[in-house]
């Protein structure tokens, strides 16, 4: 099994709102992403987690606050979000292996995301 | 994070090779190479990567220049179905998480 499934595939939410996006995967990755993309837009990351640790969050606004709950779960959760956070949200998994002092990630699998609007 | 360059845009034939380049000059030894698409309406996907020396897969090959400072993606025979946005994307071992940050990219369009 090589897929990424995230749920729900659509959302509309109001900006009072507070909701969830989830993304599991069952190939025992042990790094795991959120992307945010806008329309005609290259991916840009949001958080990155290694064996369920936050290791990376680029500066994000404290509205988004991800979790990781296990290996196979990535959950987004968001409250009081603005119309400009409309997008399409990716997750993405990729294994995680120890290299000396570094961690080599293999290909990253990537959902077909949520399309979120804010309104 | 070192950058790299790609064009924006590239036009192809069906059954044709495409050849997309990717510039990276500010590339360290233990960066490695990877090249994503992303097809409309879907998440992108990982096409292949590679260190110094090409690669080979069922979808693509990867040929890295002796200095590493360019590489090119070839698709061998494109189909309408490669119509994508090709991202070239630096992922070093000793990044933190193993960032994947993606550029802007370069839209193939395929024509019949």
């Known amino acids: 099994d090589t897929e990424v499934t995230q749920t729900p595939k659509h959302l509309v939410m109001g900006m009072t709102n507070k909701k969830s996006l989830k993304c599991e995967q069952h190939?025992?990755?042990?790094?795991m992403y959120w992307y945010k993309q806008k329309a005609k837009k290259p991916p840009e990351l949001m958080f990155v987690y290694s064996y369920e640790k936050l290791s990376i969050n680029e500066s994000v606004p404290s509205r988004f606050s991800p979790e990781c709950p296990n290996s196979s779960l990535l959950n987004l959760h968001l409250h009081a979000l603005q119309p400009e956070d409309s997008a399409l949200y990716l997750c993405?998994?990729?294994?995680?292996?120890?290299?000396?002092?570094?961690?080599?990630?293999?290909?990253?699998?990537f959902g077909q995301g949520t399309r979120l609007t804010v309104v | 994070d070192a950058k790299t360059t790609q064009p924006n845009s590239m036009e192809s034939n069906e059954e044709e090779p495409v050849h997309l380049p990717c510039n990276h000059s500010t590339i360290s030894g233990t960066d490695y190479i990877h090249w994503y698409r992303q097809l409309p309406s879907q998440g992108p996907e990982y096409v292949i990567h590679g260190l110094t020396s090409n690669v080979n897969n069922r979808m693509a090959s990867l040929a890295i220049a002796e200095d590493r400072k360019s590489s090119t993606l070839i698709l061998h025979r494109a189909t309408l179905r490669d119509a994508a946005v090709y991202y070239c994307?630096?992922?070093?071992?000793?990044?933190?998480?193993?960032?994947?940050?993606f550029g802007q990219g370069t839209e193939l369009s395929v024509k019949p």
């Open positions: 994307i630096l992922i070093g071992i000793y990044n933190q998480g193993g960032k994947l940050i």
């Open positions: 993405a998994s990729s294994q995680a292996i120890t290299q000396g002092k570094g961690i080599m990630n293999t290909e990253a699998f």
């Open positions: 190939m025992g990755h042990r790094a």
